[in-house]
């Protein structure tokens, strides 16, 4: 297996008041959000371990790891210069890894496809970079002054990933360390042992977020790139009794009995709620509010469309639509579907003409058919 080092352990300032480059917001996630989606997608990856800052471990496996990344391992902590965070990463990687693949976690547009080559390049030769030739003419400035004009023909810029057999990695950190050695990069160190470093072709766009214009650029590449859609599926189904109102789509109806449930039993916002979590694979209402917990006893559908828009949000998502139905034999729903669609939208935090509502009777037949309860149906669909 391979896995991935992802090297998120710069700090702010050095007071500490600042936010670290790589929780920075980018296009809706942070920019280390878009690079552990990057190798969440790249084929060639098994596992995944971040290295936050000294000491802030816990609270990035807890609030800076998207729930739909699966393939986090291990967050550790980093050490005070980047080589130091790397070896923290290398000693939790899992094992049976053979290709490590370290990445700096403020290269958010990295591209799975990218993430692939370089590793594969690994594979075969122990050690490869991504990097592109050098356009630009380069001078050695000093003082102000352009001295000399170097030969740009042989010359690279390389990037990360930077994939390495474990064990070579695992020397050079070992022989840098015993040596007092320090480098900006761990092709360097591999390189001091004599081993070449394939270097694989990557793209200019992998730029790395150092000044606040590069967010800006990074922005405006973002744009450019194709979004990704998502869909969840949701379903419900509550059974009606005397005694108690019905709820559906926020909105409460007028009829001799209602539905039965732990919550208000609003079917109709339940099955949209499981559609929106499954679009962002962020579990499901059961899951997230269990009926042995009292502090949902009788909660309004709102409550939980609420949480699931705090979802999507955490996942970088924007809802594009919903569209559900509503079975029930009886009552009538035509009169209240633009009201459902307005209080649900209200509570996902969208426009209401991104939520639509059907209803139909089931023709008589089945539970629905003879009144025994009410059925919902919710699909949704999401832009990442
Ligand atoms: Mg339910």
């Not at 039965?260 to 962020?282: F, I, K, N």
Request: charged share 25%; glycine share 10%.
């Amino acid at each position: 297996m391979n896995t991935a080092i992802i090297v998120a352990a710069g700090a702010g300032t050095r007071l500490g008041t600042e936010t670290p480059k790589q929780l920075l917001p980018l296009a809706g996630k942070t920019v280390l959000a878009r690079s552990l989606d990057a190798f969440e997608a790249a084929e060639s990856i098994d596992a995944v371990v971040v290295v936050a800052p000294e000491h802030e471990a816990d609270r990035y496996c807890r609030n800076e790891v998207p729930s739909g990344v699966r393939k986090v391992t291990a967050v550790v902590g980093g050490g005070a210069e980047r080589q130091d965070s790397v070896s923290a990463g290398l000693a939790a990687v899992p094992d049976g890894t053979r290709v490590v693949a370290v990445h700096d976690a403020v290269r958010p547009l990295i591209r799975p496809e990218d993430i692939d080559a370089v590793v594969r390049a690994a594979e075969e030769s122990g050690a490869a970079v991504l990097g592109t030739p050098v356009t630009d003419t380069v001078k050695r400035v000093e003082n102000g002054r352009a001295v000399a004009t170097l030969d740009r023909s042989t010359m690279w810029t390389v990037q990360t990933p930077q994939a390495f057999h474990l064990d070579l990695l695992s020397e050079a950190h070992r022989r840098a360390r015993d040596e007092g050695v320090t480098a900006t990069d761990d092709t360097a160190l591999v390189e001091q042992l004599g081993r070449p470093v394939t270097v694989v072709a990557g793209r200019r766009d992998n730029i790395k977020i150092t000044l606040p214009e590069d967010l800006r650029i990074a922005e405006r590449i973002l744009e450019n790139v194709p979004r990704s859609h998502r869909t969840g599926l949701g379903y419900d189904v509550h059974r009606l009794v005397e005694g108690r109102p019905l709820v559906l789509g926020g909105v409460t109806i007028p009829f001799e009995r209602g539905l039965l449930g732990h919550s208000d039993a609003d079917v109709l916002s339940h099955a949209v709620v499981d559609a929106v979590l499954g679009a962002v694979s962020a579990g499901d209402i059961g899951r997230l509010y269990p009926d042995s917990d009292e502090e949902w006893k009788d909660a309004p559908g709102s409550v939980f469309l609420n949480g699931a828009a705090d979802a999507l949000a955490s996942a970088g998502a924007r809802l594009a639509n919903v569209d559900a139905v509503v079975m029930a034999q009886r009552p009538k729903l035509a009169p209240y579907i633009g009201e459902m669609e307005a209080a649900m939208a209200l509570a996902l935090r969208v426009a209401p003409a991104r939520i639509s509502v059907k209803a139909t009777t089931t023709e008589g037949l089945g539970f629905v058919g003879a009144g025994e309860g009410i059925a919902a149906q919710a699909v949704a669909t999401v832009v990442l």
